[in-house]
Every structure is written in structure tokens, then in C-alpha cells.
């Protein structure tokens, strides 16, 4: 789906083009006759399954009011029984509409709970607009002499299609931004949240909205009522996420991010709970996984993951991801070879994953080398702002007709647990998550085996210990490559130059895909401690040096 302010970017009203290996019919039709824009539909003449998913949305009381959206609404039956709304669809996102006509746009999105991206067109005012943490990608394409987007869509690789001048840059809209065009036809950008903010629909029986209101003049609260809050919420961002949804699935690594969610959604009494595990044969992980299943009552299924047949999959999830960023490439191929099982051999259209909750309780290896709360909270904050990840397994899960879930990425819980002060998130006694573990230490929401278990990468637990899938996967990628362009690779890629030969396979094949485009990719996620130059913490000097489990349970003992 695209949106279109520049008539001449239409080109034909019908007409067919080349998507990948996939063919697109695309038929414009008029929206506004007050801005001029126009809205695409993309119907495919093969198998593409997320093409149908974003139609516009009209009320026959607003019939000036159009909303395309990438939306899951939480809360959208809370808020249609508080305002007397009366809906007239079983679309959840149809809420945004009554919101904005009642209120503003502003209030509406200060009102909405849910995972979102939409465009507004409201007479001669547009909207662009992406929830705080960007699970769902928006992006817009503008050209140097024009104020503003010309067009807009969810996907950047339908963008290019459209740029017919060749001389567009398309561009992201950020998480907790919107981008707007008013009556005077001039477009602008306001902030209006980021992941700190408390969220205004939140309320409970306790009052308490963060670890710092919970502490008046000054006095500590009681540890024990944090803890109990924290718990309620885990719960609560996993329920909501479970009403009205078909079947479910819950990416499983054995951990405690996925046990957290498998026991919640167990409690819950989720008919037909499909858990998923892929990683190479020899994967260490895969006894953990099963384990897990096992604990949670679900239907498990053991993916085998193998580099050489995935290799064949890159420029795809390239495609999908929109980069070229090797850490996200790595996990963009495991998920991309899990979704293609789950659509060929399962009816699961919703699967549930852990990703978020290390980068907000800075979990990852590397912030155990920090030194100081100060420089604790400095590496968090570029961890959050790094949204292109998450953003990118949504388009290859959506390209495959599931939709992913991020319970950990609820503003609800990420504002609550990130007003605790640097010092209580940091890790203790060299472990991570220290103050969450002793959150859910002696509760029902995680089985005990699981909740004191170290950390893995995703990438890294997908292999076994002395065989890492990765370094199969270069020496594949290093017969690919030609090396006399490698060689001069300063002169072809000035902008984020790569460092290896993984980085250069993955920046030609961006490049086919998006030639010119380099504000798409702001950066390349690398380390940021002095612990190794690669994503993968398999390669760092640090790895492996982790704490004995009977240590572990002796530090529990003593809290």
C-alpha cells in the first residue's frame, strides 16, 4: 500500500511491474480531490500474502477521512466503551478514527496502547505517524526540489518502484514522530514521545506509574511493592496482546525472554500453543528449547537451520529488512527460514518473541563491562534509538502473513522498569537483568530452571560451542564476492565503508535493491565497549566467561 501526494509518481492507473521474483498489479485510485493524493492497490498475481493486509478505511459519517495503517490497538474496545463510541467494523484500528475527529491527533495517539504505523488523510491535512518504539516501519519518499514526502508506504522497496525520476531519497519516519502537512500545504515533524514517557492510558489498582513517583518526598517504597507492580505488568502486556488473535505461536530459545511469555500465554490457556525453535544441528540451545515446550504444554517444532540453503535466502531478507547491517542480516535469516516453515507447515499467524527486553534492561554482554551508571544509561539510550532490527523482522514475518509480537516493547513496561536509576538496572555480581531476576525470583510467571539461565544471543545460541553456523556462512560469502571490487571498496562505498567481506556482499546486494538510498541505513551495529569489532558476542574476547550456576544460586540465596 502506498499513499501518493505528486500525481505524476502514478504513472499509468493500472499497470503491472516486476516485485522481486513477484509480479504486482497496481490500480490508483483518487482520495482527496483537496491535497491531490492518491492511494495504490498492490494485488499480486502470485503468492504474497501481506499485500492485502493494509486497505484503507473509511466511516460513512467522516467520508473525508482516509486511514491506511499497520496496526494492532490493544485498548480499542476499552476506549470505544469510555468516549460511547459506536464501531462499525472488527478492525481495531478503526478507534484511530473516532479519536482524531473527537479530539485531535495529538490526544489520539496519546490515548492509544497498541503497536502501530498509519497514514491520515483528512481533507487537505496528511499524517505520518510510528508508535515510540517502531516495531512497524513507515517510510516516505522526498524529492530535493518539493516540500515534503511525495509519496508514503510501509514498505521502502515500493517506494523505488515509484520514484520514476531516480532522484528521490526515501527515509524513515522516526518512532514517536509524527510528520504532517497542514492547510497551507507546508509539511512538518513534531516529537510527541520517546520510550521514558509514561503512557497516559495507564492505570492500576496501585497507583504506581513509575519506580520514581512510587517514592514521595523522597523516601523509598517498599522493594517488595516494585517488584509486585513489575510482575503485574509483565502479565499485562502479554494478555492484551492475546485477545482476539488466531493461532499462536511463541518463538522459543529456552531462555528466560521466551519462558516469561510461554508461561504467561500457558496461564492464559491458549488453545493450540505452537512454540519454534531453529538453529544449526548441533545447537546447544535445543535441549533447553524442548525443555521449555515441555513446561509450557505446547506443540514444539525443532527447525534445523542450514547455511548453505539459507545463503540462497540474503538478498531477500535484504530486500525485506531494508539493510545491509550485518547483526541484523544474521537474525533477518534465522527468522526468515522460521517463518517459511511456519507459513508451509502450520496454520500460526501470530508469533509471539522475547526481542526488546535486553535492550531495555540491558542485558546484552557488553554492559557488563560499563563502569559507571552514567555510561550504563549512555550505551541504552543508542540501543533504544536502534529500532531498524525489530523493524525489519516484522517485514519478513509480514511477508510471510504472521504477524510478530514484541510484548517486552510495551511502552508500559518499558517507561515503568526505565525510571529505575542506573544503579538498581545495572548488572550485579556480573549478572544481567540482575534486578528483574530478583523481581521473579519465587513467583508463578517463570519456572525457577529457567529464570537464573545466562544469556545467549540469538544468533550465537542457534549453534553449538564449538561449531559457530557463522563461520560457515563467510567462507560462503567469500566465494562470492569479487575481490578486485572488494579491493577498492573505499572508492564504491564512501558512506558507512565496510570492514569485511560479510559487510561488502551485503552492501552490493542493498545497493541492487536501493541504489543511492543511504539515509535508509543511519549506521552498523557494533559494539560499544572495547570487547571486539563484531556483532556477535562468539567473537569477542569476553565470551565464555560466565558465572557457575552454583555461584548464581548462591548470590539468589542471599537476596
Not at 492505570?203 to 511493592?225: F, N
Not at 516493547?409 to 515503568?416: G, K, R
Amino acid at each position: 500500500m502506498l499513499v501518493c501526494w505528486d500525481e505524476t509518481l502514478t504513472g499509468d492507473r493500472n499497470r503491472i511491474f516486476k516485485y522481486g521474483s513477484c509480479k504486482l498489479l497496481i490500480r490508483f485510485k483518487k482520495i482527496s480531490e483537496d491535497t491531490g493524493s492518491w492511494f495504490s492497490e498492490h494485488t499480486s498475481l502470485d503468492t504474497i500474502p501481506y499485500t492485502n493486509r493494509y486497505k484503507p478505511l473509511t466511516l460513512e459519517e467522516y467520508p473525508e477521512t482516509v486511514l491506511i495503517a499497520n496496526a494492532n490497538i490493544y485498548n480499542s474496545d476499552e476506549l470505544a466503551r469510555k468516549f460511547k463510541f459506536n464501531l462499525h467494523s472488527d478492525r481495531k484500528d478503526e478507534i484511530i478514527i473516532h479519536l482524531y475527529k473527537k479530539f485531535g491527533l495529538l490526544r489520539t495517539i496519546r490515548e492509544l496502547h497498541g503497536d502501530y504505523a498509519f497514514i491520515l488523510l483528512d481533507g487537505p491535512k496528511s499524517y505520518l505517524v510510528r508508535d515510540v518504539m517502531g516495531t512497524r516501519g513507515l517510510s516516505y519518499l522526498e524529492y530535493p526540489n518539493r516540500n515534503g514526502p511525495v509519496a508514503a508506504g510501509f514498505r521502502a522497496s515500493l517506494l523505488t518502484v515509484h520514484d520514476l525520476n531516480q532522484d528521490g531519497r526515501i527515509k524513515h519516519v522516526t518512532p514517536g514522530t509524527v510528520v504532517f502537512c497542514d492547510r497551507q500545504s507546508v509539511w512538518r515533524r513534531k516529537v510527541f514521545g520517546d520510550v521514558y514517557q509514561v503512557p497516559c492510558y495507564l492505570s492500576d489498582e496501585t497507583g504506581l506509574t513509575t519506580a520514581s513517583s512510587a517514592r514521595p518526598d523522597g523516601t523509598p517504597t517498599s522493594l517488595g511493592q516494585m517488584r509486585r507492580k513489575l510482575r503485574s505488568i509483565l502479565r499485562t502486556i502479554v494478555v492484551q496482546r492475546c485477545k482476539n488473535i488466531g493461532s499462536v505461536g511463541l518463538l522459543q530459545s529456552g531462555g528466560m525472554n521466551s519462558m516469561i511469555i510461554g508461561n504467561i500465554l500457558r496461564e492464559e490457556q491458549i488453545k493450540g500453543l505452537r512454540t519454534f525453535f531453529i538453529g544449526a544441528k548441533c545447537s546447544h540451545e535445543r535441549y533447553s528449547a524442548a525443555r521449555g515446550a515441555e513446561c509450557i504444554n505446547s506443540q514444539h517444532h525443532d527447525i534445523t537451520f542450514d547455511v548453505t540453503q539459507s545463503i540462497n535466502d540474503i538478498p531477500k531478507v535484504i530486500e525485506l529488512m531494508e539493510t545491509y547491517d550485518p547483526g541484523q542480516i544474521r537474525k533477518g535469516l534465522l527468522l526468515y527460514t522460521l517463518c517459511k516453515y511456519i507459513s508451509e507447515r502450520s496454520s500460526v499467524d501470530v508469533l509471539f518473541c522475547g526481542e526488546g527486553l535486553d535492550d531495555i534492561t540491558g542485558s546484552h554482554i557488553y554492559f557488563k563491562q560499563t563502569k559507571s551508571g552514567e555510561e550504563f544509561q549512555r550505551i541504552l539510550d543508542s540501543n533504544l534509538s536502534r529500532y531498524q532490527c525489530r523493524e525489519g523482522l516484522d517485514k519478513i514475518a509480514s511477508w510471510f502473513g504472521i504477524s510478530i509480537v514484541f510484548p517486552f516493547l510495551d511502552p508500559l513496561f518499558s517507561s515503568f522498569y526505565l525510571s529505575f536509576t542506573d544503579e538498581e538496572r545495572i548488572p550485579r555480581f556480573g549478572i544481567e537483568k540482575y534486578f528483574l531476576r530478583v523481581s521473579l525470583d519465587h513467583s508463578d510467571i517463570i519456572p525457577e530452571e529457567f529464570l537464573w539461565r545466562h544469556r545467549e544471543e540469538w544468533v550465537d545460541s542457534a549453534s553449538s560451542f564449538d561449531k559457530f553456523w557463522l563461520d560457515k556462512l563467510l567462507k560462503l560469502i567469500s566465494n562470492k564476492i569479487e575481490k578486485e571490487l572488494y579491493n577498492k571498496k573505499e572508492e564504491l562505498f564512501k558512506h558507512n565503508t565496510p570492514r569485511n567481506e560479510e559487510e561488502f556482499y551485503y552492501r552490493e546486494l542493498f545497493e541492487m535493491h536501493y541504489p543511492d538510498q543511504i539515509s535508509l541505513v543511519p549506521g552498523i551495529t557494533r559494539p560499544l565497549c572495547s570487547v571486539g569489532s563484531d556483532p556477535s558476542p562468539r567473537r569477542w574476547s569476553i565470551y565464555g566467561q560466565h558465572l557457575s550456576v552454583d555461584f548464581i544460586k548462591t548470590i539468589r540465596d542471599m537476596v
